[in-house]
């Protein structure tokens, strides 16, 4: 069943589990996502990026999400990843979509409080529930978010207390040394920085960079307020050599089946992050 994103985050953060985000741009895709959470039996968020608005339209991912999750008893939000434009956003809400992510971390703090504010307003009043990004997450290698502003900034835990406060929101994605994409180094995540935002804020914390972070910094995230981990970059890479094996066993492969098994593949990936992220 689609539910908002606070519907869903508010037991997980109780529970101290994180809910696995994983970005769909495409029918198999979403059918990949929506399988693993069927062979999981537990929930997961269905991520469509305003960037990938060039691959679907948003009416396109919410009919066949729909689709989807008919005969899924698990709970599902069909989630709007970055976005800056408020046009789109609305376009969103008034698609179904039951949360947005408004990302207003390239604006300064009282720039990003009042677009955030102008979301909440407008997305509360349909039932639908809002993220929003204070400090920046940089860029890393593979990444598909090149739009996004890329320079490294951490989250400040004050302000971050302040930013949940004044602008109502449901949940607040943290810039702790994740990275979008595969990290060109060693990555260097602050379990320190992430305790005090937690500590002084009372909201789901969102964790964007899943991809290429160990699994037990993961685990250190999740004990400490995060709710919610985006995965996009690995699941691609997975799935594209998987498919390219496939290709290479059989070169006159019908696209057809190809297809399938690119559903098969992304549900593999995403499936193990599920049973990651949302331990018992
Ligand atoms: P990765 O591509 O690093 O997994 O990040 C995904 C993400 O944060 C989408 O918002």
Do not use: W
Not at 11 to 37: L, M, P, Q
Not at 82 to 98: E, N, P, Q, V
Not at 259 to 278: D, H, N, P
């Amino acid at each position: 069943m689609l539910v908002n994103l606070k519907t869903l985050l508010t037991k997980a953060y109780i529970d101290k589990r994180a809910v696995g985000s994983f970005n769909v741009y495409s029918y198999e895709t979403i059918h990949g996502v929506c399988k693993a959470i069927k062979i999981t039996e537990k929930p997961a968020i269905i991520s469509f990026g305003a960037s990938y608005m060039k691959n679907m339209s948003l009416e396109c991912v919410k009919s066949i999400v729909d689709e989807a999750v008919k005969d899924m008893p698990e709970d599902t939000v069909l989630h709007l990843d970055h976005c800056r434009d408020l046009k789109i956003i609305k376009a969103a809400i008034d698609a179904g979509f039951t949360s947005v992510m408004y990302d207003g971390s390239a604006l300064d703090f009282e720039e990003n409080i009042k677009n955030t504010k102008d979301v909440v307003d407008m997305a509360h009043a349909e039932n639908v529930s809002v993220e929003a990004e204070l400090g920046k997450v940089a860029l890393g290698d593979y990444s598909n978010e090149t739009d996004i502003d890329s320079k490294q900034a951490f989250t400040n835990p004050s302000s971050a207390a302040e930013f949940a406060e004044r602008t109502n929101i449901d949940a607040l994605a943290v810039s702790i040394g994740t990275v979008h994409g595969m990290y060109k180094g060693e990555p260097n995540i602050r379990i320190d920085i992430l305790k005090e935002i937690n500590a002084a804020t009372d909201i789901p914390l969102v964790l964007h960079g899943g991809s290429g972070t160990p699994k037990k910094t993961l685990i250190d995230c999740i004990k400490n307020g995060i709710c919610k981990i985006n995965v996009n970059t690995e699941i691609s890479r997975y799935t594209v050599r998987k498919m390219y094996k496939a290709i290479e066993d059989e070169p006159n492969i019908h696209l057809s089946k190809l297809a399938l098994l690119e559903t098969e593949f992304v549900s593999e990936s995403v499936s193990e992050y599920i049973r990651l992220f949302y331990r018992n």
